[in-house]
């Protein structure tokens, strides 16, 4: 209500597409230590396993549907970074790669590339980095829909929406995202196409810039 009459303009953050590319897959894996003959899925965030709010507890039921389907068992493996490996690890039942925190963007663009899949299964989110670095990366993305994440995922154009909270349902988007190689391909350039059509750097600066100049002009 008290903002009702004016004017109200959102204006997303950017995103260095230069640092945050697609790069080889096998490369990025040979780099991190990774497995080459693996379907990758990628899940992370500052303090990963511990901040309720980014999901992981729900993360943890999905992939274990996921692993104990024949089709999947012996395919998928899970990455996790923002986080080291805990003391009592949980068992997703498949192999867990655990990167502990990555402080630069070539790290971070590297696990991107190295991925097949990113998933952030928040319970509440705005823009999140994580899933806008993914995409740039040409990794499909698959979330809640909730919050910001309609706003950079498309669903089944550039990643998965799964209804909020549903477990069930993000293992399914997990599962149609990596299901059929040639959907899988328009995915990944969706998924970059979808960054550089609105999420760089200059357009957030030329968005300011835009705003500015209409607000100089109202004001003569």
């Not at 003959?37 to 992981?56: C, E, H, N, P, Y």
């Not at 835009?210 to 002009?217: G, R, S, V």
Request: glycine share 6%; hydrophobic share 40%.
């Amino acid at each position: 209500s008290l903002f009702q009459d004016l004017r109200i303009e959102v204006i997303a953050n950017g995103l260095d597409i230069q640092r945050y590319k697609p790069i080889e897959k096998k490369i990025a894996r040979h780099l991190l230590g990774l497995p080459q003959d693996k379907q990758l899925i990628l899940f992370g965030a500052m303090t990963a396993t511990s901040d309720r709010r980014k999901g992981f507890h729900l993360l943890l039921p999905a992939i274990k549907k996921l692993s104990q389907g024949e089709i999947w068992q012996h395919k998928l493996e899970l990455v996790v970074f923002g986080a080291s490996e805990p003391v009592n690890p949980p068992d997703f039942g498949l192999k867990t790669h655990y990167l502990g925190r990555l402080n630069d963007d070539i790290s971070l663009a590297l696990v991107y590339a190295a991925a097949d899949i990113f998933v952030a299964p928040s319970i509440e989110d705005n823009l999140p980095n994580t899933v806008m670095e993914a995409l740039a990366c040409a990794t499909p993305s698959v979330a809640f829909k909730i919050g910001g994440m309609p706003d950079m995922i498309e669903h089944q154009q550039n990643g998965y929406l799964a209804q909020p909270f549903d477990v069930k349902e993000l293992a399914k988007g997990i599962s149609w995202v990596l299901d059929d190689e040639e959907r899988y391909q328009k995915l990944c350039d969706c998924a970059r196409d979808k960054i550089e059509q609105e999420f760089t750097l200059e357009i957030q600066a030329s968005k300011y810039l835009k705003l500015y100049n209409d607000i100089l002009e109202s004001s003569k």
